[in-house]
């Protein structure tokens, strides 16, 4: 009967040692990440392998953190609902911090600049360096994003045709094929995509435009505060350390972070 009872005793024992472990975040334990896939930031390579920035970043600041990624696609129109709800932990995919999402998550220090800019085939950069061109003609962006808000919101564009679509690849897409004269994106995500080398090589960024300055951020949920702080911290000790300015190298947006 001693025994028994030292073999119960043993087994509580492991158990509340476990569930100890677990609340102090030590454990491994899951954490769900809400992206959409695009390059630089989250994309799968030849080998069909998750990579890109944003996953290189949160992988190690989740290593710093005990924790395990999990990486889901969420729909970017419905991301705010995605994370109240408790379907992801946070959304980490090269997300605007606007005051509005300020009042509705709980959101990490910034740590890239970008800004909006008009991408076009390159014979008609000339061309739509005019705003008075761009009157008729359609322009498109990711529902929901930085991009759709200047098209609609933004004299330059006043007299143009806005289409929604789905992801920044997908507007990238439209133009390569000539559906639209032209997208909305974010700078970032330009620097991975067109141009030499890439797959929309006849791709370019009119210059004579920079639209909404702006800065990255990981959304939580709002009340979540010890949440957003220990990510803070950890990210902050991993850029000190110049482990996030090597992920960032390898994708050519080393220029672009906060520090």
Same mark, same amino acid.
């Given at each position: 009967? =001693? ?45 069909? =392998? ?12 989740? =290593? ?18 995605? &994370? ?12 605007? /911090? ?123 949920? =709002? ?23 090597? /992920?960032?190298?390898?994708?050519? &947006? ?6």
């Amino acid at each position: 009967m =001693k025994k028994i009872l030292s073999a119960i005793m043993a087994i509580a024992m492991i158990c509340t040692l476990s569930v100890l472990f677990t609340s102090c975040g030590g454990s491994g334990e899951e954490f769900v990440i809400g992206i959409t896939y695009f390059e630089p930031m989250n994309y799968f390579d030849e080998n069909n =392998k998750l990579t890109g920035f944003e996953t290189e970043f949160a992988e190690a600041v989740c =290593k710093k953190l005990g924790l395990t990624p999990k990486f889901q696609e969420i729909d970017w129109s419905a991301k705010e609902t995605e &994370l109240n709800s408790g379907n992801i932990d946070c959304i980490w995919n090269g997300m605007t /911090i606007t005051p509005e999402r300020q009042e509705t998550m709980g959101i990490s220090s910034p740590y890239m600049a970008n800004k909006q800019v008009l991408v076009v085939k390159a014979e008609n950069v000339e061309k739509y360096s005019d705003s008075a061109n761009l009157a008729g003609v359609s322009i498109c962006a990711e529902e929901g994003s930085a991009g759709e808000s200047v098209i609609t919101t933004d004299a330059a564009f006043s007299g143009a045709n806005y289409v929604s679509v789905s992801t920044m690849a997908t507007a990238l897409m439209e133009v390569a094929a000539g559906t639209s004269e032209g997208c909305v994106i974010d700078f970032v995500t330009c620097i991975g995509m067109i141009g030499e080398g890439t797959d929309y090589a006849g791709l370019s960024v009119v210059e004579a435009y920079e639209f909404s300055p702006e800065q990255y951020g990981i959304a939580f949920r =709002k009340d979540d505060t010890a949440t957003v702080e220990k990510f803070n911290n950890a990210i902050a000790e991993l850029m000190a350390d110049g482990t996030i300015d090597a /992920i960032a190298a390898k994708y050519k &947006l080393d220029g672009q972070l906060i520090k």
